[in-house]
């Protein structure tokens, strides 16, 4: 802007333009102005044209002469001056009341602006509740969409629960087997106990009659060594008791054996 300059009415120069009172100067210069009703610096200020009318009107009332004419005439120009001196004195006093007015304006506006702002405010914090609270409720509903998902995915309740009566029926049957299996064991191990007691008493009643056969064996070669009277006849009876015992001896022994046998298959199965 400094830079452009301005032209000089009447002339076709062009000179830079220059201030010719400082930020300071021309607040100083303001307020005189609004105190003095000094609009411009040309010319006689009011308030200094009212009291020079109001000076010359004492001056003329205070000399003794008969100047009634002129007191009237000066009464009036400083009457007429003081109306011209009022007339912006109004105008500031309206200014000033619309001034009033306005600032009122403006602190109710901006009283409304705080409340607005203040209420605004609430609601930012309402609405961060709601959108907290929004969150929540959509996570529980993609929690329950998963779920439902996976419901879904799984087959009817009548299917299910018919599945798990089958089983419940597999249990019940594997159960009672297991009862009839564990009852059958504890017959098999009493069976057991009492074929080992049975096999016992007959080995010791093998062992006994063994023992007596052989008891018997050698009674009979001490009579046949000692006795030598009756000798056929006492020897046809004593083959026929030796025979006898040996028949029994034997007959023992494969029961025995037999019984061992069966003892042996019975604890492979």
Known sequence: ????????????????????????????????????????????????????????????????????????????????????????LLKSKAVIDANLREKENFNELKDEINRQILQAQTDIED????LEESKIERKHKEECEAIRKLISAQPPRSETQKSITELEKEIAALEAENTAGSRLLELRKKQFALLLHVVDELQNTIEEEQKSLIEEMRMVTKEQKNGLEDASGGSEAMAVDWLAAASKFCSCKLQCDEICWNLDAKSMD
């Open 1 to 88: 802007m400094l830079g452009k300059g301005r032209k000089v009415s009447g002339r076709g120069e062009t000179a830079a333009a220059n201030y010719a009172f400082g930020p300071a100067e021309d607040d100083i210069i303001i307020k005189h102005r609004l105190l003095t009703r000094t609009t411009t610096t040309r010319g006689e200020p009011p308030l200094k044209k009212l009291q020079r009318k109001f000076t010359s009107f004492v001056l003329e009332v205070e000399k003794d002469e008969d100047n009634y004419n002129d007191c009237a005439k000066l009464s009036k120009a400083f009457l007429q001056e003081l109306s011209t001196f009022e007339i912006p």
């Open 127 to 130: 609405l961060k509740k709601q």
